[in-house]
């Protein structure tokens, strides 16, 4: 039995998505809210073409036996923010068990599918779970998350560079306030490397991906063009958002249970962005937040890196 908890619901979702789109935006949550994209989503993690899937999934693999060895034997909550299907946390998880760690399993995502996902696999490895159907990135919602006193230690996951797609300067902040003095967060991000950053993003399967969500509301390859950007973010040195937009080349109807929601030829709607960084400046983004590093690890390819932190410095 899947059980899980709404604090978002399907009826908001589809009254933020029309909001969203008159205001030309389409925010993250919303590659993962249609079945086509949650469908696009695991074929891009399923092949290895998405490399941050497989460097985030191989850091787990690669280091999860030390990182076990940074939580003291007895209970704990994996609170795993973004979780999407959870396969990263599983991993995890599974290595804590024979470090006498008693795991209860809490995966939070905005796509119901995802987590039910992420639930299934959960009870099937014989883990007591129950998901959150929630927006992380809202105060309530974070509020919502908070820990009980009587609940025991928490080790948060924010994996696959999930930070980067929201602005990790204000989330850093909002998630120290979940951590308690015994909790801990595992967090990880992509290390900026120029046009070989672009050229991960800006392929054939991750396209499809993109392309999912204006799909599944009849906006096609006939209708305008996807345009992806790297800039810079002038608050810190060193912080890049990577940003894309569909551009209209002509007019065009999204529809969506009777709205019908229109773009004129020339304009844009901004879609997603997802922050890389300078591997410095992702770690003073950590401290900046008043989280203090207990362990770090790269990629084999140095192009991504995970860091287990705690509230205070360290």
């Known amino acids: 039995m899947i059980v899980t908890h709404t604090l978002l619901t399907e009826t908001a979702l589809a009254d933020e998505f029309v909001a969203a789109f008159r205001a030309r ?42 990182l076990a060895g940074y939580i003291p034997p007895g209970p704990l909550e994996v609170l795993s923010l973004g979780s999407g299907q959870g396969d990263k946390d599983l991993l995890l998880i599974e290595a804590l068990r024979p470090h006498g760690i008693r ?18 696999g959960a009870v099937a490895a014989g883990l007591p779970a129950q998901g959150v159907k929630a927006d992380f990135t809202r105060t309530d919602h974070l509020t919502a998350l908070a820990p009980n006193p009587e609940t025991p230690p928490r080790l948060i996951l924010l994996l696959g560079n999930t930070l980067g797609a929201f602005d990790p300067l204000v989330e850093t902040r909002a998630l120290r306030k979940l951590l308690r003095g015994d909790d801990l967060l595992l967090v990880d991000g992509e290390i900026y490397a120029a046009q070989a950053t672009v050229a991960g993003y800006d392929n ?34 060193g912080l890049h958002p990577l940003t894309k937009h569909f551009r209209a080349t002509r007019d065009v109807a999204a529809r969506l249970g009777g709205e019908s929601l229109t773009l004129g030829a020339g304009e844009r709607l901004e879609m997603n962005h997802s922050y890389k960084y300078d591997a410095d400046t992702f770690l003073r983004i950590l401290r900046d937040a008043g989280l203090g590093q207990r362990w770090r690890g790269t990629s084999e390819d140095g192009r991504f890196q995970m860091v287990l932190v705690g509230a205070g410095a360290q």
């Open 204 to 237: 054939p399967l991750n396209r499809r991906f993109a392309w999912a969500p204006l799909h599944a509301v009849g906006i096609t390859e006939a209708d305008g063009e996807l345009v992806f950007e790297d800039r810079e973010d002038a608050r810190v040195p």
């Open 25 to 66: 935006r389409l925010p993250e949550k919303f590659f993962y809210w249609f079945p086509l994209s949650v469908r696009a989503w695991l074929a891009l993690c399923s092949d290895g073409a998405y490399r941050n899937y497989v460097r985030s999934r191989s850091l787990i693999a690669r280091s999860a036996a030390d």
């Open 103 to 120: 795991v209860s399993y809490t995966p939070v995502d905005t796509s119901q599918a995802l987590l039910e996902l992420a639930c299934q």
